[in-house]
């Protein structure tokens, strides 16, 4: 691959489930891919001809078990990994129906400011900044790995 197409950004779709308490869904990234163990927001890349909230229901339904109500468009962040350059698209859910199942063995947590679960993936550290200006919560939002 090209370096030029290697830095292309890919699109990933990621959901920001907010539970009636206001808790948010982190889970742990599977065994086998790039940042294993690491905790973000569950979600996925684009598969061609997908809308950001198609991917996003699929991809939830894939690994969550869960199929998704209304995906609210949220943010758009940018981030450069030495494996890829990813443009996210944080969506807020706030309906789902359908119970949670693992199913690529990875772990989940609902969270809140400031988060305990760690380490959390670099590309997630922005969303809980965005969640602290929302919710006017100062201090750390997680602990550095
Ligand atoms: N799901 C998710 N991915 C994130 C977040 N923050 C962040 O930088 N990323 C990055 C990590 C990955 O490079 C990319 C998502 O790709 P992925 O490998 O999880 O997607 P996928 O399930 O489609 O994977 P695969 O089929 O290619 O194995 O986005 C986040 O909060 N959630």
Known sequence: MSEASERTPVDVAVGV????????????????????GHWEFPGGKLEAGETVEEALRRELHEELGITIGPAEPWKIELMDYPHAR??????????????????ERQQMAWQTLPVEVVPVLP???????????????????????
């Open 17 to 36: 489930l907010v539970a009636p308490d206001g808790r948010f869904l982190l889970t742990s990234r599977p065994e086998g891919k790039v940042y294993a």
């Open 86 to 103: 990813v443009r996210l698209h944080f969506c807020k859910v706030y309906a789902w129906q359908g119970e949670f199942e693992m199913r």
């Open 123 to 145: 590309g997630t550290v922005p969303v809980l900044a965005w969640f602290a200006e929302e919710r006017g919560f100062t201090g750390a939002t997680h602990t550095a790995a």
